[in-house]
C-alpha cells in the first residue's frame, strides 16, 4: 500500500487542522492505520490509531481528547482531526499501515509510510 499525507501548515496555538492520508490499492480495510509525528531532535512517536472498522480508536495520552481520528473504507482515507493545538505539537506528521489486528503504539510495529506532512503551531 502507498500512502500520501496532507493538510499541514501553519496555525496558531489554539486553532485546528485536519490531517489526511490517502492510500492506495483495493485492501485497504485490511490495514490498521496509524499517525505518529516527529518533532526536531525527538523521536517519532505515536499520536493515534485505529483498527480496520473504526471502532477502535486509541490515543496518545498528550493528544487525547483534542485529537480525532477517522477512516473510510470506501474512500481508502484516514483523517486526524486535530484541535485545541499547541505550539508543542509542532511537527512532521506521518500516517502508517500495518497489516495486522492489533492497533500497535510502536514504530516498529507499522509496514508502510507516508512522507509526512509538516505541521506547525505558533504561540
Known amino acids: 500500500v502507498q500512502l500520501q499525507a496532507s493538510g499541514g501548515g501553519l496555525v496558531q496555538a489554539g486553532g485546528s487542522l485536519r490531517l489526511s492520508c490517502a492510500a492506495s490499492?483495493?485492501?485497504?480495510?485490511?490495514?490498521?492505520m496509524g499517525w505518529f509525528r516527529q518533532a526536531p531532535g525527538k523521536e517519532r512517536e505515536f499520536v493515534a490509531g485505529i483498527s480496520w472498522s473504526g471502532g477502535r480508536t486509541y490515543y496518545a495520552d498528550s493528544v487525547k481528547d483534542r485529537f480525532t481520528i477517522s477512516r473510510d473504507n470506501a474512500k481508502n482515507t484516514v483523517d486526524l482531526q486535530m484541535n485545541s493545538l499547541k505550539p508543542e505539537d509542532t511537527a512532521v506528521y506521518y500516517c502508517?499501515?500495518?497489516?495486522?489486528?492489533?492497533?500497535?503504539?510502536?514504530?516498529?510495529?507499522?509496514?508502510?509510510w507516508g512522507q509526512g506532512t509538516l505541521v506547525t503551531v505558533s504561540s
Open positions: 490499492g483495493r485492501t485497504f480495510s485490511s490495514y490498521v
Open positions: 502508517a499501515a500495518r497489516l495486522g489486528a492489533v492497533v500497535g503504539r510502536d514504530v516498529r510495529n507499522y509496514d508502510y
